[in-house]
C-alpha cells in the first residue's frame, strides 16, 4: 500500500449529503418534544383528582390530562411518583425583594419594576414555597401605583405576565382615606374636563372656520381653478382631526374608571380595620360618578388574631367581594371565642384569594399548612387549593392562562411529595412553561 488515503465511494459521498441537513433537525426535535409527568396524583382544580395521572405537553401547552394516555415513544418522560401534582400557585400580592420605596400619593402610572432588581431578586425563594407567578406592588399610602404581575423563572425572557393588573389603594387612617380618594377623583375629572374645554374650543375654531370658508368660497374655487390651469395643485383647507391635550399620566388609570372604559383596572382597597371598609363605601359614594354604581368589590383583609371583621362578612358577602386574605384563626374581641374569617367568607359566598400572612419567605412556605388549618375548620378543598391558584389567576388576568391542570393551559406546576393539605407536605418540584426551574434534590 501506497499510505494514501482511499476516496469515499460515490454511494457514501451521496449518503453523506442526504443525512447531513437532517442532523440538526433532530437536535431541534429532540429539543422540542413532548414532555410527560406521570404522577401519582393530580389534582386538576377543575373537580377532578387522578391517581395516578399522566400531563402531557408540547409547544408551551397541556395537550392531555389523564392516565394511560398515548404519546410519542421518545417523549420526555419527569417521573413523579409517590408525588402530588397540581397548578402552580400564584401570589396575589408582594412586595417581597422590592427595593424598598414608599410613594405616597396619587402614581398610578408608578410601576413596581423600577424597583425591581433581576440580579438581586430572589426568586428561588418563590420557587421554594411553589409559586410560580407573583404580583408585585408597591407600597404607600393612596394611590402608590399598579400590580404588575411576573413569573418567577430565574431567567426570563418574558418575565411580564400582565404589566398593570389593578390599583392598589391604601388608607391607613378615615380622614386619609376620604382626602385621597376625593383629591384622585377630582384631579381625573379635571382631566376629563380639561379634554372637554379642548374639544369645545376646536369645535368652536373649526365652525367659524367653516362660515369664513363659505364666505369666501367663490375666491377660492377661482384661485384653485387659476391654481389648475397653471400646473399646480389647489390648496387643501380640509380641517385637521381634533387633538387632545395629554392627561397627566398618573391619572388616566383614574379617568378610565371614571368612564367607564372597557379596560379600567379595578380598585383593591387594603383595609387595615373593619370600619374602613365603611368609610371606603362611604368616599367612594361621594365621587358622583360613581355613586349609583355598583359598590367596589375587592379588598385585602389583614392578618388578625382578634378584631371585629366578623362584623363586615354580611356586606361583603352581599356585594359578592373578592377578598385577599391570609389564612388563620381570629378571636372575638374580649373572648376566647375562635373564628376563622377566611372560612366564614367562604361559606358566606365571598371569593377567598389567599395571601401569605407575613411577606417573606417563611411567610410563603407556611401556606399550604395554613390551608390545612382551615380546611379542618370548615373551608373546602377546592376553596383552598383554589385560593392559590385558579381564584388569584382569575384576579389577575390569567385565568385563560394558568391557574388549573386542563388542556390549553400553560405547564406552569408544582408538585408535593404528599397531598398539599396534609401537615408537612414539601414542594418537591416547581415547574414554569414547562421546565423544572427548582427541584428540592438540587437544593439539599
Known sequence: MDGRTQPLPRWAICLLVLLLPALPLQAADDADRVTVIRASRIITGTGEILE?????YEDGKISLVGNQLEYPENARIIDARGQTLMAGMILARSSHGLSALSRNGIHCDWSPLRQL???????????????????????????????????????????????SAFLPLNGRTSSGLYASIDKAFGNARGEIEK???AREKWDKEQEEAKKKAEEESGK?????????KKGGEA??????????????????ELVKILQEEEDALPIVFDAGTPGLILHFDAAMAKVKELKDRDPMGIFILPSSRNGAFHQVIELLAERKATVLIPPGLSAFPDTYTRISIPVALSRAGCTLVTIPRTDNPEGMRNIPGMLAEL???????????????????????????????????????????????EPGAKVM??????????????NR
Open 117 to 163: 432588581n433581576e440580579i438581586e431578586m430572589p426568586w428561588s425563594e418563590f420557587l421554594e414555597a411553589g409559586f410560580v407567578a407573583a404580583s408585585l406592588v408597591p407600597s404607600g399610602s393612596g394611590f402608590p401605583g399598579h400590580a404588575v404581575v411576573v413569573n418567577t423563572a430565574p431567567e426570563s425572557a418574558d418575565r411580564i405576565l400582565n404589566e
Open 375 to 421: 380546611v379542618r375548620y370548615g373551608l373546602t378543598r377546592e376553596a383552598a387549593i383554589a385560593s392559590v391558584t385558579a381564584e388569584p389567576a382569575r384576579l389577575l388576568g390569567l385565568g385563560d392562562r394558568m391557574g388549573t391542570v386542563e388542556a390549553g393551559k400553560e405547564p406552569h406546576f408544582v408538585l408535593f411529595d404528599a397531598d398539599p393539605l
Open 52 to 56: 395516578p395521572g399522566e400531563v402531557v
Open 235 to 252: 390648496k387643501d383647507d380640509k380641517p385637521k382631526e381634533f387633538t387632545p391635550p395629554e392627561m397627566d399620566p398618573a391619572l388616566v
Open 195 to 197: 379634554v372637554e374645554k
Open 220 to 228: 377660492k374655487d377661482a384661485e384653485a381653478a387659476e391654481e389648475k
Open 429 to 442: 418540584k416547581t415547574i414554569i412553561a414547562g421546565e423544572v426551574v427548582w427541584d428540592r434534590e438540587d
